[in-house]
């Protein structure tokens, strides 16, 4: 006899929260509104108010049977259990269906069902989550973690109501209409801007930080695991009550009427925003209906529009993946009294309204072309969030030093001549302001690894791509390789039904790759040399464009810099690269240069991070001059201490190159006379070497573009 589950937490006993109740309410009322994301640290009870909502949903009519819980009244036509005959229904709760971190593309959208195809010789499709989710709750928790192609299948399924499974010979679309619910811890990295846009709704939860309301916290939450039943038992009205709500407006949410006044208002504040596209507008306007439908009404009005504009343009609103998504309670406010004035505007004509608002539905089917690995968000670099040093503000600044010249002469023995001397930069030099950020070039760590999934280097996974089939490696059964390796030994085998004889040795495997995350590690020459205000704009310019890249690629990423005569771990390797572009702003400049000190650093970086994660492969990224002046140590003085400190950096580079790390070495050396010393740098490294200008991968596009001309011009 299976054991009774353990009552839920209470909805209504959640102390707190209320944007996050509202929303996940309004999209109880209103499913199309396209789903919630909570954000939050972690301890803020995310996961136990989602899971306390599934049990105040309607109870749910579905045909007997039937795998993807038709209603009876209305059945899907295309159900693949279907057609169904006319039968009275049976009762079931609202399903809260949860999609874990680890899921396979199988398990949420489904998959042949093996079973079947292998013992009956039929081809039959078994269901995943997302039709166990058709008119429930779709749970995801850290969705932030999650595969991003798994987050395009389950978002395309939530815009459309539908899924569509074209796979090892099956051809299936059934209903899939849930509410979709997403909760992220930010320290643990962000959605990518083009899922985030994705979902309806965000709301941000914190912890309070009023005593009372901590007490009361603790208070009902020791009260619940002390005596879960009673205490479900004691706010069994007050949640009875709100389900009930939840019903009525349900009910009405269809017969709400949308003024033109405040489609009007709503436009308004989704340009004055500068959003793209028309989800918003869309997202903006279901949420007023179900607000409003919410507070009984029967027309949307200003206060409806106000509330849903606080849940759906915070996450909208942001130009780059760094600016921290959220509207100002002063910028809304003044957009809404700007949205006024449109509001009391007559149309010029609405001939056409009806065949705008069918081109809108249009753009939110979800019918949007898969991201290109390249592609990443345009414009500039976004401003730094608050909580760095106080270092003083970016760019030219009252009482500065003078610029240093931007190519210390060499001596004869290869290296520069003092960076703290007259003259020269001095050791704590304000940060300079970073150059517009670009899109970069792809940077690969050559070879297969099967490291974290991401977007970066190829790697086998568990969800990729099929490449092949074998019996030594992979995941799952390969179905097509099996049964051709079993097909010819049928009859020697005496087979005599439908099913198909196999043995052990017949079984082959789906040998799958895809793109792997990698631990991206910075290493930045902060000395003088490179402190001339134009180079080092250039440099933190392309390092906060890598980290972009980084960022939409699902690295982890780290940031060693080095100047005078020491190397710093300025940030460890962590998934929040939002930090390391923080850091990277507040980068001072000055000294000498460490170069032999950072690589050291960098390799006993590498070395305690293979420990933690041996999977995931690192990728260095050096950007230097290559004018080393340091040695690792005492390098006595004048000529033999400039010839130790390029010995010392060659050495130091042999040593990563023997881990087998994959480096890319960036020359920020410029002027007309270059000594090209990071190219040997590089060489020790057994890396490429690239330099600034060639980051940009539209750079790199031009100068492939010039090329064919040229060839198709001689032609």
Known sequence: MTAPASPRYPFTAVVGHDDMRLALLLNAVHPRIGGVLVRGEKGTAKSTVVRALASLLPALDVVP??????????????????????????TRPAELVELPVGATEDRLVGSLDLERALTEGVSAYQPGLLAAAHRGVLYVDEVNLLHDHLVDLLLDAAAMGRAHVEREGVSVTHAASFLLVGTMNPEEGELRPQLLDRFGLTVQVAASRDVTTRTEVVRRRLAFEADPAGFAERWAAEDAALARRIADARSTVESVRLPDAELRRISALCAAFDVDGMRADLVLARTAVAHAAWRGADEVAEADVEAAARLALPHRRRRDPFDE??????????????????????????????????????????????????????GGGGGAPDGGPDDGPDGPGGGEAPTPPDSPAPNGDGGSRREDGPGQAPANKPPAAPAPAFR????????????????RSRARSRSGQTVRASTVDGHGVH????????APHQRTRGRSGPGLVLHRDDVRRSVREGREGNLVLFAVDASGSMAARERMSAVSGAVLSLLRDAYQRRDKVGVVTFRGDQAELALPPTSSVEIAATRM???????????????????????????????????????????????????????????RAVQDSMRAAGLLAGLG???????????????????????????????????????????????????????
């Not at 819980?69 to 009275?88: I, K």
């Not at 539905?361 to 898969?370: C, I, M, T």
């Not at 179905?479 to 079993?486: D, G, K, N, R, V």
Request: hydrophobic letters at 35%; glycine letters at 14%.
């Open 65 to 90: 049977g039937c795998r993807f819980g038709c209603e009876p009244r209305r059945p899907d036509p295309r159900c693949p259990d279907g057609p169904h005959a006319e039968v009275s229904g049976t």
């Open 325 to 378: 998504p959220g509207v100002e309670e002063d910028q809304l406010q003044q957009a809404l009294e700007d949205a006024a004035q449109h509001a009391e505007q007559e149309p010029a004509d609405d001939r056409n309204a009806g065949d705008d608002q069918d081109s809108a539905d249009d753009q939110d089917s979800g019918d949007e072309p898969p991201e290109g690995p390249d592609d990443g968000p345009g």
């Open 440 to 455: 970069a070039r792809l940077l690969e760590v050559p070879g297969v690894g099967e490291g974290a999934p991401g977007r």
């Open 479 to 486: 179905l097509p390789a099996t049964l051709i390796a079993a």
């Open 585 to 643: 702003r507040d980068l001072r400049t000055g000294g000498r240069t460490p170069l032999a000190t950072g690589l050291l650093k960098v390799h006993q970086v590498i070395g305690t991070e293979r420990t933690r994660d041996p999977r995931r492969r690192p990728l260095l990224v050096l950007l230097t001059d290559g004018k080393a002046t340091v040695p690792a140590g005492d390098g006595g003085t004048g000529r033999a201490r400039a010839k």
């Open 661 to 715: 790390v994959a480096s890319v070495v960036v020359d920020c050396e410029q002027g007309v006379v270059r000594l090209g010393l990071a190219a040997k740098v590089a060489t020790a490294l057994g890396g490429a070497c690239l330099r600034l200008d060639e980051l940009s991968a539209d750079a790199v596009a031009g100068v492939v573009r010039a090329a064919r001309g040229t060839t198709a011009g001689a032609a």
